[in-house]
């Protein structure tokens, strides 16, 4: 995993001049500036590449900001469709991604998603470990067609707990102790970031162009990290006074 000390310096601006949920240190983002950095996708191929389409121009900060971009099929099934792949096997961005997330403090994860399907199309994220499963996948946002979108997707124990659209891969649990074993199960050996889009509502299409630049993690700045804290030493408590 690779640290970036001055993501952390930079990103004291965005403390100064926010008092949003999104204001953290950067620890990594993928700008795909040169070429597509060895991401994958789209298909269902989790061991081989599928090479996405580099584009040199016309990401989120316009001329010469470079991105990748991917066809999606979206016509056969109203499950998520894998749009593209970060991966620990394919080294995608020098496995910056790779490694023990609780560690790093990683409390954020964004990236930047455009399509071009007729209608606004869901985007799921999805965090697996090097067997690719079981993964959480998290419901993101319906991404209006043709304009950038950023998504920003917080990265917790208690979202975990609390978010209904947080989906573990196995059968889902509402017991504490499961989904607590299950996230740091996870987020202790993280291996592959994944982009989902989902025809949740059927698109007349049979398949759309799905565009991706930006992919960031970030620690949370320290008041959340405080609140997350928090959270956790009263699911801790909790777990004490059932046992
Ligand atoms: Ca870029
Ligand atoms: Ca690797």
Known sequence: MRKVLSGILFGGTLLIGSATASQAASYFTETFATNDSNWGGAGTSS???????????????????????????????????????????????????????QTAGIGLVSFDVRHDAPQATT????????????AWQIKTLDVA???????????????????????????????????????????????????????????????????LDNVATAVPEPTSLALFGAAAAIVVGRRRQNA
């Not at 001329?63 to 990748?68: A, L, M, N, R, W």
């Not at 066809?71 to 991966?87: C, D, I, K």
């Not at 196995?170 to 074993?181: E, K, L, M, R, Y």
């Open 123 to 134: 985007i799921w994220l999805r965090i697996a470990p090097l067997a690719n499963t079981p």
């Open 145 to 211: 067609p043709n304009t950038w979108t950023t998504i920003t997707v917080p990265i917790s124990l208690s979202e975990a707990m609390s978010n209904p659209n947080w989906v573990y891969g196995g059968a889902p649990s509402s017991d504490p102790a499961v989904v607590t074993t299950r996230y740091n199960t996870l987020f202790n050996a993280v291996a592959n970031v994944q982009i989902l889009a989902d025809n949740e509502t059927p698109t007349v299409v049979a398949s759309a162009t799905f565009d």
């Open 47 to 101: 061991t081989t590449r599928a090479v996405p389409t580099y584009v040199s121009t016309g990401g989120p900060a316009g001329t010469g900001d470079g991105y990748i971009r991917n066809t999606v099929s979206l016509a056969a099934s109203t499950l998520a469709q894998t749009a593209f792949r970060g991966q620990d096997n394919f080294d995608s961005s020098a496995d910056a991604f790779v490694g023990n997330w």
